[in-house]
């Protein structure tokens, strides 16, 4: 069994906002050598996502509203978190709904998608460095 | 190392729906003659998702009112991402709560479940064929 | 290819509540003599999650009361589910948002986690024995 790491460090410059991270990913696999196996991505920190959908600015806006609703930034004392001197407890929330990672099966040497699937980062809480793992196991 | 791949193609009449696809993740696994290892299900389409529940007509009616509340399909206009043409903006919202993609312990040949796990197809943007990617590594 | 599998068994008090089960994992893995592989930990139960987040007593404070809203417990005739006599029917959504399951890479004989990372065992409907399983695939 082969294995393969790599991580990528992000600084977004936005509180949220989605980067579309699938040829980093894509490279990683490359020089992972691994034709067969699965793909793990995930955030490392806590208030960020890992998840699979359209590169379209439109649905961005979409998620970006949509997460507000569901768990405003403000105000900040809608949260017990915040009450630790943090002022991201929405983002602890919009994460859940997003997810911390995905699994991608490789096949043939490839990141096995079907026609529109593209990883994105999704930051919640950003303005500093943030780090994603890749690891890759197979043959 | 050994590895298997299977696609399962669906067509649901319904905009919205769920299907029970344990059945056919259980002939994969026997197929694949692998014993101990990983087996993940995706819905390789944005606007669908994989996930594991209770295969109970009343809950997937209570799934479908509260993703309907959380993300409703109209009116169209909630949506940026309907601005491309499609009527779909929500569905790509129902497939985040729902998620993409379940991971499932291989044990003996088996799917290693609970007493209640059930693998269900949810479809958010139906009436055309989708595809679900079923992938098991292991020995 | 090496793998190894083990279960927890946990009785949580009340009805909704999250631990800490980081520990647990740690030594399950420890035991397994793994390195480099993949580390599937999940709910075998559909009205408990695990996942993965702070562990900040405030947080899970604010993760309760909005699940709460998110899918109340009551009135029990919100859930065509409790029809059939279970009162469950917030849990199996509750499950939904907070998730089945982690992957989490392995590498060096270690959970390759971020500064902050810790796996919880969320439970929506407790005080009864629930499993959760940990499968580990590597070498």
């Keep these: 069994m082969k294995s393969y790491r790599h991580e990528l460090v992000v600084k977004i410059p936005e509180r949220m906002d989605f980067i579309n991270i699938t040829g980093d990913v894509t490279q990683a696999l490359r020089k992972s050598n691994i034709s067969e196996g699965l793909c ?11 998840f699979i959908n359209d590169d379209e600015r439109g649905l961005h806006r979409d998620y970006k509203r949509w997460l507000e609703q569901l768990a405003p930034h403000e105000p900040l004392s809608l949260y017990d978190h915040n009450l630790t001197g943090e002022d991201n ?13 995905v699994v991608v099966a490789v096949t043939a040497g490839k990141l096995d998608f079907g026609p529109w699937e593209q990883i994105f980062y999704g930051e919640f809480d950003g303005r500093r460095n943030k780090r994603i793992l890749i690891k890759i196991i197979g043959a």
Tied chains: 1, 2, 3.
């Excluded at 793990?40 to 890992?50: D, E, G, Q």
């Design 40 to 50: 793990l991505v995930n955030a490392m920190h806590i208030t960020a996502s890992v």
């Design 89 to 101: 407890g929405d983002a602890h929330h919009k994460r859940q709904i997003m997810g911390r990672e």
